[in-house]
């Protein structure tokens, strides 16, 4: 056992603050990883004030995790001391279900061990995040990090870079398709920049003008101002593929009606209310309503290697972990362009 530094919330209504935590042991297939980055995701939020209503205590969020190897198993192959590598969601999972078989580890019918808030697969010993000076994790769930990429900017690949690419690629998005994204913030940045790389034709599809610069600047094509009727009218049938982000009420119904023939809608964001859906605009097109949870161990690499290919990395706010809290209250006013990411060498 190695006893780590971390920032902790003891309950729904405390603040973040220091606190120690034991991590295992290196065992013979283990990576240890002295972190230099976390990033800050909105679910980290929800999960430390129990907005889910499935909050354990004390808890270490965070899933955006890279750093540097420190230490590895007698049985370990693909990562040695000194190696960048990072952790994302997911810390283990059954291996051996249908899911995990076809590499959707995030799918686990035995249901998968997330990096916080959650147990290992022994379900009792709990996970704990990434606000914090080293984790421990089995190789088979550790990341491997181009010197290429920034680091900082790297971690929120672990979550909105997969969660956006993921379905981008299901939906194998190719050069010419046309591509919109709903919302432009944590994950809609990046559903841009790895659309645009992949060669489609991107919009960003928002309710503030203001975005359009920011959008453009991206590697958006065109912007469409959703606050506006006529744009619906005027985008009408335009989109092979709609990603999107948004976690507010919204009228899913409008945006279907932009598919083209075939085309589909991707749900990334969850609303706190259901939302209704009307049957036509799915039947007269046969267009398909889907959404998408990050994404398994290969694809996750496999995006790592396509943004270091691509120098894609997340634009980011590199802060002191002893601001957390006002970041959180920061992202709650959308007050981030486009992700926070914690120095846990501020530890």
């Not at 034991?22 to 980290?44: F, N």
């Not at 706010?317 to 990411?341: C, G, H, T």
Request: charged fraction near 20%.
């Amino acid at each position: 056992m190695t006893t780590a530094k971390v920032y902790a919330a003891a309950s729904a209504t405390s603040p973040l603050a220091p606190f120690q935590i034991e991590r295992r042991a290196t065992g013979l297939h283990d990576v240890q990883i002295e972190i230099a980055y976390c990033g800050i995701c909105h679910s980290d939020l929800h999960q430390v004030r129990n907005e889910w209503g499935n909050s354990t205590y004390p808890m270490v969020p965070g899933h955006e995790i890279v750093g540097r190897v420190t230490a590895v198993g007698a049985h370990v192959k693909g990562l040695k001391v000194g190696d960048l590598a990072g952790v994302g969601c997911l810390v283990d999972s059954c291996r051996a279900c249908p899911s995990c078989q076809r590499h959707l580890e995030q799918f686990c019918e035995k249901g998968a061990a997330f990096s916080y808030n959650g147990t290992e697969m022994d379900r009792t010993t709990p996970t704990y995040g990434g606000y914090s000076s080293s984790v421990v994790v089995d190789e088979a769930f550790t990341l491997k990090i181009s010197p290429k990429l920034d680091l900082a900017a790297t971690a929120p690949l672990l979550c909105a870079g997969i969660t956006t690419y993921s379905p981008l690629r299901h939906w194998k998005t190719k050069k010419g398709d046309k591509v919109g994204v709903v919302g432009l913030g944590g994950l809609g940045h990046m559903a841009v920049k790895i659309a645009a790389a992949m060669g489609a034709e991107v919009t960003m599809l928002s309710t503030s003008k203001a975005k359009e610069a920011d959008a453009r600047k991206l590697g958006a094509h065109h912007f469409g101002l959703t606050s506006d009727d006529t744009t619906f009218k005027q985008l009408a049938g335009q989109f092979d593929l709609i990603i999107d982000t948004i976690s507010a009420p919204h009228d899913y119904n409008k945006y279907l009606g932009l598919l083209r023939i075939e085309g589909a809608m991707v749900l990334l964001g969850v609303p706190p209310e259901p939302t209704p859906v009307s049957a036509f605009p799915l039947i007269m097109g046969r267009r398909t309503l889907s959404g998408s949870l990050i994404g398994g161990l290969q694809e996750t690499q496999e995006m790592l290697d396509f943004c270091a290919e691509h120098g894609i990395v997340s634009e980011i706010e590199l802060i002191p972990v002893q601001q957390v809290n006002a970041a959180y209250e920061r992202m709650l006013k959308n007050d981030v362009r486009y992700r926070f990411v914690l120095d846990l060498k501020t530890l």
